[in-house]
């Protein structure tokens, strides 16, 4: 069974510092997605990464993959309020043509204060 | 362009009684996904449809059925809810399914009482 494991689950950090999230899994999958959820509101898609060594980039949020040591990391720069959110990441291992959906963490819930 | 539109966008149903949740998925993706996310947890997948055929299932019981139609909507149902049942349904369209990004509607918030 493949299991995501998210760290940390809850970070309280401050504006203009930079942290990182980690996100490790148990099987071999080089589809691996990151979800930033607003209170109340549905899944909005911020990185696909789709092969080792993938690295993408957003406005303050960079994400990478490194599919032998089975760990993606979501690296906040300079925060500010606004990136407050829960952020889930997700892995896809269907394989043979089936569908084994996503799996994802337990999210981490990031609150940025002034 | 229109995204993944669900609706109802908000339940209350009693114990014992029978849920239809539906999703139309992004115009030209052929796949439709649902998950049940309950407060404070991650999604879990329930089923995944391409083409009109189920191509996977979660660990749910069988009270939960969903089907795709022509048009490449979607329905969830679910029997005989239960209280664990309240939760926020989730629909997310993706082109092809496995191996292709996956969006997600704004979701359908279960409330069994």
């Known amino acids: 069974e493949l299991k995501v494991e998210q760290n940390p689950l809850f970070l309280s950090m401050q504006e203009g510092k930079n942290y990182t999230i980690y996100c490790n899994y148990s099987?071999?999958?080089?589809?691996l997605y990151w979800y930033r959820q607003d209170p109340g509101k549905s899944l909005e898609s911020l990185f696909v990464?789709?092969?080792?060594?993938a690295v993408k980039q957003e406005g303050r949020l960079m994400a990478s993959l490194d599919t032998k040591a089975r760990l993606s990391t979501l690296h906040i720069t300079a925060a500010v309020h606004d990136l407050s959110a829960t952020y889930f990441c997700?892995?896809?291992?269907?394989?043979?043509?089936?569908?084994?959906?996503?799996?994802f963490g337990k999210g981490t819930h990031l609150i940025i204060q002034p | 362009d229109a995204g993944v539109t669900q609706s109802p966008t908000h339940l209350i149903k009693t114990r014992g009684q029978q849920v239809t949740l539906r999703c139309s998925p992004i115009?030209?993706?052929?796949?439709v996904s649902w998950y049940q996310q309950v407060l404070g947890q991650g999604p879990q997948f329930i089923f995944q449809?391409?083409?009109?055929?189920?191509?996977g299932r979660g660990n749910f019981p069988d009270r939960f059925s969903a089907r795709q139609f022509p048009n490449y909507s979607s329905e969830l149902n679910v029997n005989a809810l239960l209280l664990g049942d309240s939760a926020l349904y989730l629909c997310?369209?993706?082109?092809?399914?496995?191996?292709?990004?996956?969006?997600f509607g704004q979701g359908t918030r279960l409330t069994v009482v």
């Open positions: 997310a369209s993706s082109l092809l399914g496995s191996a292709t990004e996956a969006f």
């Open positions: 099987t071999t999958s080089d589809r």
């Open positions: 990464l789709l092969s080792n060594g």
């Open positions: 997700a892995v896809d291992a269907s394989s043979g043509g089936g569908a084994d959906g996503l799996t």
């Open positions: 115009s030209g993706h052929k796949s």
């Open positions: 449809y391409y083409e009109k055929e189920e191509r």
